[in-house]
């Protein structure tokens, strides 16, 4: 994302932007996947399951919430600091 005008590279915030929505999304697949998982496998051990239903709400409501909260963090703390970072300056240092 070239901001207007700016021959040294991208405008931070469009760095930001560009970082947590690509961590966002890889997150956002693999959560879908594991509930995908966790679902099929809690059918298939129904009869090892005492007293939890296989679709139970208490933990497959604020487990994926917890992991995106997770993800989004791990996302967001990398790219402040590659946002905050002159461009020009970090490939020079490479």
């Known amino acids: 994302m070239l901001a207007s005008g700016d021959p040294e590279g991208g405008v931070p915030g469009g760095i930001l932007v560009l970082m947590i929505g690509y961590g966002m999304r890889l ?3 693999g ?3 594991g509930l995908l998982a966790a679902l099929i496998l809690t059918r298939a051990m129904t009869t090892t399951l005492v007293g939890i239903k296989p679709a139970d709400p208490v933990t497959f409501v604020p ?3 917890l992991s995106f909260l997770i993800s989004a963090a791990a996302t967001w703390i990398p790219a402040r600091r590659t946002a905050s970072r002159d461009a020009s300056t ?3 240092e490479q």
């Open 63 to 65: 487990m994926p919430a």
């Open 90 to 92: 970090a490939l020079r």
């Open 27 to 29: 997150s956002a697949v």
């Open 31 to 33: 959560i879908v996947v």
